[in-house]
């Protein structure tokens, strides 16, 4: 189907956008390490939340397009969906907070909590 061959080529396009994304934070912390600046570091942190956020939308994405036998416990999508779900709760990936944190330093003021 038509349809479905877009889906799985949008799927593919934001997954690789995503991975992408982590491999340029990871290159960064590995070249700077203690060396990066509060921007830099807050910009980590908020990329990683991004990139989580996005393919965690991957997977529900090609969840909704798999059918309902996709969400039964035994299948492996539902489990990588419940996954991504579940780790897109923790406090180190709330994509808000960290868009927030980034966001205030990128204006020159002190970061409110948060981690990075």
């Known amino acids: ?3 479905s061959q877009i889906r799985l080529a949008q799927a593919a396009l934001e997954l690789r956008q995503a991975e992408l ?11 700077l390490r203690d060396g990066a ?5 807050a910009r980590w942190a908020a990329s990683f939340a991004h990139a989580l956020h996005q393919a965690r939308g991957v997977i ?3 969840s909704e ?13 539902q489990r990588a969906l419940r996954d ?3 780790a897109s709760c923790h406090v180190a ?24």
């Open 84 to 86: 991504a779900n579940v």
């Open 93 to 116: 990936f709330d994509l808000d907070t960290q868009r927030q944190l980034f966001g205030r330093v990128l204006l020159g003021m002190p970061p409110a909590g948060g981690l990075f």
């Open 21 to 31: 994304l982590i491999r340029d934070v990871v290159s960064e912390v590995c070249a």
């Open 60 to 62: 529900q994405q090609v």
């Open 1 to 3: 189907k038509p349809a």
């Open 37 to 41: 600046t509060l921007a830099q570091r």
């Open 65 to 77: 397009a798999s059918g309902a036998s996709a969400h039964f416990q035994h299948h492996p999508l």
